[in-house]
């Protein structure tokens, strides 16, 4: 659609003439039917005329026409021609003539194979060659003498055949195409500048609103789009671009908050990267020192390395550029072995892992996604836990469906912090207690499973912290 | 000198240890909020590099927390936070410096120095006593116009006295200036340093490091 005025004043004036032509066209057979059946019946009472001058005797039968009465005959034999003369002629049953009009100067009229007594009427061309309309009708004679007794001659039957010259009607009906044509073309114009305006008046509140959204900066985004009062059919319009504004500023608001994270995040360990080393170099001539300094640096490096892969890792899954494979994968398994990777962390602290979830238990997903999200909150829960508490993992798959739960004692977490759980770089506590944490691990796990179709869950009841990793029926348990 | 380093990152803490402790200044470090609060309440520090955002106590609750304190040591904000606001807030609270991460190593040492100037309302980086020159940007000294071989702790003990030039320093408060909490000398370890400076200044130097009987040393110019 090459434009909205386009597509209406297109479609609206299409329309338009197509129903002005059809009614122009059927006024105009109508009224030329109405003028033919006028024409008709004009020659339907030349023939009534015609047909009131015969008289029959027992002897013979007469016609008693007078030229001067119906000049358009003919007139007088030799007389001065009519320039538009009509015609007749009538026959006898069997075909003899009795008379003929002085205008066929003894030429024969057409006269059809078949007459009845209902009138038959036709369009031929006349003797002298104009447009003419015929009409044949069979009759008896009306007048027959004596008009009672047994002496009453059977009354004759007559073939009666009329013409006239069409010109009149032709003119009539060129006048009137011309002029149905003519009404068609200024009610059209009409209508397309009442359409115009109507169209124009009808976009103007879109134009209106194209010229906010045409106002509005990227960097100063409002609550509202404020446009005034909108028409029933752009208001939601409206209502759907607010909304869109919204969801546009919590995206930016989150996009500049997480690059200011990651900013403040890559600060310190770029200050120790800058300290380690240049406070080495000012003691060159230290090798142990030397060494030292360098494996803090590869240290640091790496931690920075890790970070920046998660990050190109959550960018490429918000781009979907990230590839997810679906194969059944033993979830219980990587909860092994994971449980097991963590067994000295969870020793150290005092922690004791109760675990129910049991080799063999499949689930549909992205083996390598899964191994993330289940090392990251197993890693988490044993991190975050309070020191000789216990982690729980339990794992059931109702009716196609399953659950992993881990769960641990909360800390000092609140029920407001588990919205901003998933959120890059967000820590209860915003120091770094622990620089081998990022940040960003649930913010990764969140976002691994809500694209490979699971759910991530975060819960907290009478201090116990729990993340429930779930998929439906439908992506269920093997 | 005497420092007190409150981060929670090991690695710049270390670091920054590493390099005070190699200018010469005696440096304690804490990891959390709360540590680097009773490390600085309970100890006379001449310069605090606070990180505020730290685990346990953030660094504005330190800042609170040494309000009340009687010669409290010259803050130096150590942070990633680089709003002009998040300045505005530090120095409001007490801070007398702010270095944004991340920093240059040179970049922070010249501040620190320049704190322990002001501690001791020194205006001149170079500190005349007679004969005795100290230049503590660039923490050299001479006598009579010769250089003085001094080791980093032997030239913290020199710049702390002539900042207090003509006080007397008693032995504690060297031990404090010049030792860490964890690195406390043997008990004559003080005089033993001072007999080294005397000996570094030759003959004609022995005078200005004068001992006070009972109470500690003062450096002077005898002919004065």
């Not at chain 1, 007469?62 to 026959?91: C, K, N, R, V, W």
């Not at chain 1, 003419?132 to 007559?158: C, K, M, N, S, W």
């Not at chain 1, 659950?403 to 820590?427: K, M, T």
Request: charged share 30%; net charge negative; hydrophobic share 45%.
């Amino acid at each position: 659609m090459k434009s909205i005025r386009f597509f209406l004043l297109s479609r609206l004036l299409g329309g338009a003439t197509l129903v002005l032509a059809a009614a122009g066209a059927a006024v105009y057979v109508a009224v030329a039917r109405s003028l033919q059946a006028g024409l008709d019946r004009d020659l339907a009472a030349r023939v009534e005329s015609l047909a009131s001058v015969v008289f029959q005797t027992r002897e013979q039968v007469d016609f008693e026409f007078s030229d001067q009465l119906m000049p358009e005959y003919g007139g007088e034999e030799g007389g001065p021609a009519t320039p538009h003369p009509a015609y007749f002629e009538i026959e006898f049953a069997d075909g003899t003539l009795l008379e003929r009009s002085n205008s066929l100067a003894g030429a024969d009229l057409i006269t059809p194979d078949e007459v009845t007594a209902t009138p038959s009427y036709w369009t031929a061309p006349l003797p002298d060659g104009r447009d003419g309309r015929y009409v044949a009708q069979r009759i008896e004679v009306h007048h027959v003498f004596p008009e009672e007794g047994p002496d009453r001659p059977t009354a004759a039957r007559l073939v009666l055949v009329v013409a006239q010259g069409r010109e009149e009607l032709v003119a009539l009906e060129r006048m009137l195409l011309a002029q149905c044509v003519g009404a068609c073309i200024l009610l059209a114009g009409l209508i397309a500048a009442l359409s115009w305006l109507a169209v124009e008046r009808g976009l103007e509140p879109a134009r209106r609103l194209a010229a906010r959204l045409d106002a509005i900066r990227v960097d100063d985004l409002p609550a509202q789009l404020e446009v005034g009062e909108l028409p029933a059919e752009l208001a939601p319009v409206a209502d759907k671009i607010d909304a869109l504004i919204g969801r546009v500023q919590t995206a930016l608001s989150r996009e500049r908050r997480t690059t200011a994270d990651i900013a403040h995040e890559l600060r310190t360990p770029v200050s120790e990267l800058l300290t380690v080393s240049e406070v080495a170099l000012r003691d060159g001539n230290d090798a142990r020192a030397g060494r030292i300094a360098l494996a803090k640096v590869r240290d640091v490096a790496w931690r920075m390395g890790r970070s920046l892969s998660t990050l190109l890792k959550l960018a490429r899954l918000e781009m979907g550029a990230e590839r997810i494979d679906r194969e059944s994968v033993d979830l219980g398994g990587i909860v092994r072995e994971f449980l097991r990777s963590l067994s000295a962390a969870a020793r150290e602290r005092g922690i004791k892992v109760e675990s129910d979830v049991g080799l063999g238990d499949r689930v549909a997903g992205d083996p390598e996604v899964l191994r993330i999200v289940v090392s990251n909150l197993l890693s988490n829960a044993i991190h975050y836990s309070a020191r000789d508490g216990v982690v729980r993992c339990s794992f059931e798959s109702p009716n196609g469906s399953w659950r992993l739960v881990i769960e641990n004692e909360a800390g000092d977490l609140e029920p407001e912090d588990l919205r901003s759980l998933s959120e890059p770089f967000w820590r209860k506590d915003r120091a770094r207690t622990d620089s081998d944490r990022s940040g960003l691990g649930l913010a990764l796990s969140r976002a691994l499973a809500e694209k490979t179709g699971m759910e991530l869950a975060f819960e907290l009841e009478n201090r116990v912290f729990r993340a429930v990793l779930s998929s439906d029926a439908d992506d269920g348990a093997f | 000198m005497r420092v007190l380093i409150v981060e929670d990152s090991e690695t710049l803490r270390e670091s920054l240890r590493t390099g005070l402790a190699r200018e010469g200044f005696a440096v304690d470090v804490a990891g959390d909020g709360r540590a680097g609060l009773s490390y600085a309440r309970n100890n006379p520090y001449d310069v605090l590099v606070l990180d505020l955002m730290l685990p346990l106590l953030d660094g504005m609750g330190v800042l609170a927390g040494l309000r009340e304190k009687q010669d409290r040591p010259h803050v130096l904000v150590l942070t990633a936070r680089d709003r002009i606001e998040d300045r505005v807030q530090g120095l409001d609270a007490g801070a007398d410096d702010y270095l944004v991460k991340p920093f240059a190593f040179e970049e922070f040492l010249a501040r620190v120095r320049a704190l322990v100037r002001r501690r001791y309302e020194e205006r001149s980086s170079v500190v005349t006593v007679g004969e005795l020159v100290v230049d503590v940007v660039a923490r050299r000294a001479s006598f009579r116009g010769n250089a003085l071989e001094l080791t980093a702790r032997e030239y913290a003990l020199l710049e702390y006295l002539a900042l207090r030039r003509g006080h007397t320093v008693l032995r504690e408060e060297i031990e404090d200036h010049i030792y860490g909490v964890n690195k406390l000398p043997s008990s004559n370890a003080v005089d033993s340093a001072i007999c080294i400076l005397r000996a570094k200044f030759g003959p004609a130097g022995r005078d200005l490091v004068r001992t006070k009987r009972g109470q500690g040393y003062v450096l002077e110019d005898p002919a004065a």
